[in-house]
RNA sequence: GCCGAUGUGGCGAAAUGGCAGACGCAACGGACUUAAAAUCCGUUGGGCCGUAACAGGCCCGUGCCGGUUCGAGUCCGGCCAUCGGCACCA
């Protein structure tokens, strides 16, 4: 197999090709105000999620949403868009700093190998990014801005009056460090000791680490956390403008879990203190029969009786012990403890009991809740199992039970709102409980603040210090004294009391006499938080971002000359005539990245983190758009040829250099993008790879033969002649298909589209090289290496202009040489096909009727019948519906 | 349990409500070759009828059941299966 030849040369020119589009700095777009930049085109933003630079080398779900974005970069360009295409790494992280642990190499030469391994490899696909923008979130150049916008957050607060995030000084408040965007809790946090370092709730997965899979406890520590929630609202109303498939929506919409209900104030009994509890059901009031309060809730304190003292702490150490995977564990029995106070229910101010238990959770709502055991599925079942009253209050419109009921019904038994409909009684409860002082409306929200300090060595250091000894006060940094750069270490070890790292470079935390740098690091998200926004601007030293190119890049909503453009872009010189093709199917911006396109694991991390800190930004002036990802597409999984996920232990794993190796990247690029629609999950078939190649390899040689010394020289088929009607027509249907389908990011029918034409070709005598011109310009964005190459061999023998292929301008179709002067029609008698006629195209309704009746199989068929409908679509069918 | 996506030949897949299976893989047959590989040409959803052989014809078929329609892979309702997400969120 190896010693197989190659089914074309490729090896001799793939990376001739790579190199010069480097020495030609050919997809390197200037910025506003610098040499070649051209104002008179619009602008496109074209972005991939960048990678982790692992050891283990990329593999072939990388290059599948990466040939896409090429794909569309390449095809936008020659439709004369100033195309933004950028590639970084996002290299904080684990790994690297595991690897240090295990070696003590550091984690900055583990992450350059692995950036140099990578980005070679990404070379070698042909990818056309424009490399002086590279960015890594590892370089201080690049984190000293992350830093900077860190402190942007640290030195804001969200304005409830006007909806967006402030400059702290306008807070009027008695103490700022309250409603900082960046503060500091004492919060029981994900703590994994494998790990030695904290977790945010998203990288907590069924109670184990999302990365190594280790157990994950709650443990209370001091930790920066950033105020998310303040944006909740916006985080759900912002998504409706974005174009992003829907069920990433949905998924964030679920993610951050807004609920609308009621606080219900529950005075304790024999105490001047109340119990808030939040429900979403107001109207089942008068069926509370008890509360609930987590076992971590501030007042347990305060009510346990004497008597239940023992029985509760000794509950509260059982829970505390518990992971998050014991608690969650939803086949296990309910449990708790009585705590021997009351409360009293303000409907009906009956005397209910308060109980602990740790089905209610301290970080949703208030931490406490009415139990109606009716209603509720939860309160149900821990009401049997203690024995607690119940009480129906709702009553059901169908024939359901009503005890155990929870959905919208009838309210009874509820004096204040008998009669009325659930809807109605939620409206009316919360108001007569407003009016007496007993609650008010309430919205909660799942989601919850972003826990962001971890402990470990390879991240951000915090600009920030603690003044008045040991974690008294924190400060913030001024500007200038950014980057904070991390210590050298001698030992990356966790050093397993939650104490982190940079903690024992005792100089490096040694700010001044009296204050001590923060020790914790940022998580791995903050630098791909940002890096989109970076890249407009990736060399500026001055600012995160100069304020031109983010306008430029990030701006969106097109003016007039860009539009104009758009259109007017199509209008190229296509074979022997010119028409415009219908206007295109990839969005206009609204401002943002045009196309972001990743995988769908970062639905609700990634994402929503990069469209906080946007609009944290945004709100403060430094940004031009609230949004940061117009349009999101998700590539599809990968899957190996066993249709498993591809694993090292499966062993199943397709390296893409080998690929390459063999069949070379041009066939590599097509073969990702033929194998299915681009969302869909499918699995890899090397005998699919093989057949792309095949392809590509007739495209070779329709145009060059072999010569008795073995070398390939430009076909004497090829001339200059004029392609014959039919060729015409396929070249323009090509033109046509192929251009509504990179549209529409459906590369793998434009593949197709392509080979048909190639088949159209295959042994005919005399081509035309216009007709093989065009097959290369439209092969372009899918195949480079291959189609510069036969550009350049076309081009020796038939002079053009520009000589370089990349630089030709997209070709539009001419509808009017698609027509045929007759058209096959399908006639039916029923909806079954029964007979094919051949009329002129454009023959009127009455000219195909009497046709189709008078062929002789429709006249048999129908003889004798009654013919009760004949239903006509011009050039398409005629269907004869009989009795 | 809740939410979402998907379900079409031996396989990857195509199909503005209008000829189901384009294109590719695999398989089979042929040409070229001493032979093979490569290449080129052809056949290929299932069943039945038909013919000496072609030609030709009929029926069934897009997970299952029903509906709307002259006509449904496509639209609607209900199931089933697989995958993904969430999961005591009050």
């Known amino acids: 197999m190896s010693e197989r030849r190659k089914a074309y040369p490729f090896d001799r020119f793939e990376s001739k090709w790579q190199r010069l589009w480097d020495e030609r700095q050919l997809f390197h777009v200037p910025n506003p105000g610098e040499a070649g930049f051209d104002s008179t085109k619009p602008k496109f933003y074209i972005l991939d999620m960048f990678p982790y630079p692992s050891g283990a080398g990329l593999h072939v779900g990388h290059p599948e949403g990466y040939t896409a974005t090429d794909i569309i970069a390449r095809y936008k360009r020659m439709r004369g868009f100033n195309v933004l295409h950028p590639m970084g790494w996002d290299a904080f992280g684990l790994p690297a700093e595991q690897y240090a642990i295990k070696t003590g190499q550091h984690p900055a030469i583990t992450t350059r ?22 960015v890594n979130t590892t370089d201080p150049r690049y984190y000293k801005w992350t830093q900077w916008i860190f402190l942007q957050i640290y030195n804001s607060w969200f304005n409830p009056e006007t909806n967006k995030a402030e400059p702290i000084s306008s807070y009027r408040g008695a103490d700022p460090d309250s409603v900082r965007l960046a503060y500091v809790a004492e919060v029981p946090v994900n703590w994994c000791p494998e790990l ?20 994950v406890v709650k443990r209370p520590m001091r930790q920066w956390m950033l105020r998310i929630t303040a944006y909740a609202e916006r985080l ?161 419109t169908g024939n359901e039970p009503a005890i155990g009921f929870t959905g ?118 903050a630098g791909s938080c940002w890096y989109y926004i970076r890249f407009c601007d990736p060399q500026n030293d001055r600012r995160f971002v100069g304020e031109e190119p983010e306008r430029y890049w990030m701006g969106g909503e097109n003016n007039e000359t860009r539009m104009m453009n758009d259109e007017g872009m199509t209008k ?29 694991e970062h639905a609700v991390l990634h994402l929503l983190y990069a469209r906080f800190w946007h609009k944290v930004l945004f709100d403060l002036g430094h940004l031009s758009k609230p949004e940061p990802f117009q349009r999101l597409v998700n590539q599809g999984i990968i899957l190996g040829e066993d249709n498993q996920k591809m694993s090292k232990s499966r062993g199943n794993i397709v390296n893409p250099d080998e690929v390459i190796d063999e069949y070379s990247a041009d066939a590599f690029r097509c073969y990702e993008m033929f194998m299915g629609p681009l969302e869909q999950m499918k699995p890899w078939s090397m005998r699919g790879v093989e057949g792309v190649s095949r392809f590509l390899a007739r495209v070779w040689r329709l145009m060059m033969d072999e010569n008795q010394a073995g070398e390939w020289e430009l076909s004497p088929r090829i001339q200059d002649i004029a392609s014959d009607k039919s060729q015409l027509k396929l070249v323009h249907a090509t033109i046509k298909k192929v251009t509504e389908d990179i549209e529409s990011l459906s590369f793998n029918t434009a593949i197709s589209q392509m080979m048909v034409f190639v088949n159209g070709f295959t042994n005919v005598e005399r081509i035309p090289v216009t007709a093989m011109r065009m097959l290369l310009v439209l092969l372009n964005p899918f195949a480079p290496h291959l189609t510069s190459e036969l550009w350049e061999k076309v081009g020796a023998k038939f002079r053009v202009e520009p000589a370089e292929i990349t630089q030709q301008p997209w070709p539009s179709h001419d509808e009017a040489l698609l027509v045929e002067a007759e058209v096959e029609i399908v006639v039916q008698i029923n909806g079954k096909l029964r007979a094919r006629l051949k009329v002129a195209t454009d023959a009127s309704e009455e000219t195909l009727k009497a046709a189709a009746l008078a062929l002789p199989k429709i006249a048999e068929a129908i003889t004798g019948k009654e013919i009760r409908k004949v239903v006509i679509v011009p050039n398409k069918l005629v269907n004869v519906v009989t009795n």
Not at 114 to 127: T, W, Y
Not at 440 to 451: H, M, P, Q, S
Not at 590 to 597: N, T
Request: glycine share 10%; aromatic share 10%.
């Open 113 to 134: 190998e692995n950036v140099a391994k990578f980005k070679s490899q990404l070379k070698r696909i042909g990818f056309s990014y424009d490399w002086t923008r590279e």
């Open 196 to 215: 030695g370092t904290v977790l945010a709730n998203e990288e907590v997965i069924d109670g184990r680490s999302e990365i190594g899979g280790h157990p």
């Open 236 to 396: 759900i109303n912002e998504l409706e403008g974005l174009d992003w498939p829907q069920g990433i929506k949905l998924l964030q919409r679920n993610w951050i879990g807004r609920s609308e209900g009621a606080e219900i104030n529950f005075q304790i009994d024999n105490h001047d203190a109340h119990i808030t509890a939040f429900t979403t059901r107001p109207d089942t009031l008068y069926g509370g029969t008890f509360l609930v309060v987590a076992p971590e809730h501030s007042l347990v304190d305060l009510i346990v009786t004497e008597e239940q003292w023992p029985a509760v702490r000794e509950y509260r150490e059982r829970t505390a012990c518990k992971s998050d995977l014991e608690r969650a564990d939803l086949s296990k029995e309910k449990t708790g403890v009585f705590s021997g106070a009351y409360a009293i229910n303000p409907a009906n101010n009956e005397k209910i009991p308060i109980w602990i238990a740790d089905y209610v959770l301290l970080g949703y709502g208030t931490g406490a809740i009415g139990g109606v055991p009716a209603h509720d599925e939860r309160d149900l079942e821990f009401a049997r199992k203690f024995d607690l009253p119940l009480a129906v209050v709702v009553q059901p």
């Open 408 to 525: 919208d019904g009838i309210a009874m038994n509820s004096p204040i709102i008998n009669g009325l409909t659930s809807a109605e009684a939620r409206k009316k409860i919360t108001a007569w409980l407003e009016e007496h002082g007993h609650g008010k409306r309430a919205i909660n929200y799942k989601l919850r603040d972003w826990l962001f300090s971890r402990q470990r060595y390879w991240g951000e250091p915090f600009p920030v210090v603690w003044e008045d000894g040991q974690y008294r006060k924190h400060r913030a940094l001024n500007e200038n004294e950014l980057p904070v750069v991390p210590p050298e270490l001698e030992d990356y070890k966790p050093t397993g009391t939650g104490e982190p790292p940079l903690g024992k470079a005792k100089d490096w935390i040694r700010y001044s006499d009296k204050a001590t740098r923060e020790t914790n690091v940022m998580p791995q998200w």
């Open 572 to 600: 190229h010189e296509a074979g022997n005539s010119s028409f415009v093709i219908g206007h295109s199917s990839l969005p206009r911006a609204r401002g943002g990245v045009d196309l972001y396109v990743g995988g769908t």
